[in-house]
């Protein structure tokens, strides 16, 4: 615990080890109930191996914040957002820290990233301050591209699905 605190050498590591796991069991629970985040294949030590996002021949997806959408693209990544954010809250979780730049798009299907911050929306104190800010955060870059994203109607859906918040 020292060392953590104190930030030694050895104390990053042990902190770098634990947000690996803690990421690892939260994608394989969240990639389990149906979420669109990448497959996590293995985790050794503070490395955490998930799919690939992307072509073939080695092309990442590009993150949403650099696709200039049309309308219909834009209203159909919003609906498979709303979808992914549903399986997280049914399974307790928001991002945490959600942004057009931790969301992929390969070849039109919307993948989630950079997870290792997923916040426990019961567990956490401030869980539901995080799950409001990943809404206004993600329904701005929507709507400044046409798309009526409402972030406390998108709140609203997410917290009723929440389970044991009420």
Known sequence: MRAMQNRTEFGREVIAGQWAIAE????????????????????DGTELMMEFIGTADGVAAPRLAQLRPTPSEAADLYGQLREVLLRLAEQGYTHGDLSAYN???DDGRLVLIDLPQAVDMVGNPQGFQFLARDCENICAWFTARGIDADPAALRDLLLATVPHAG
Do not use: N
């Open 24 to 43: 690892f069991h939260v994608l394989s629970r969240l990639w389990s109930a149906g979420a669109a985040v990448p497959y996590p294949v293995q985790l």
């Open 103 to 105: 969301v992929l798009v």
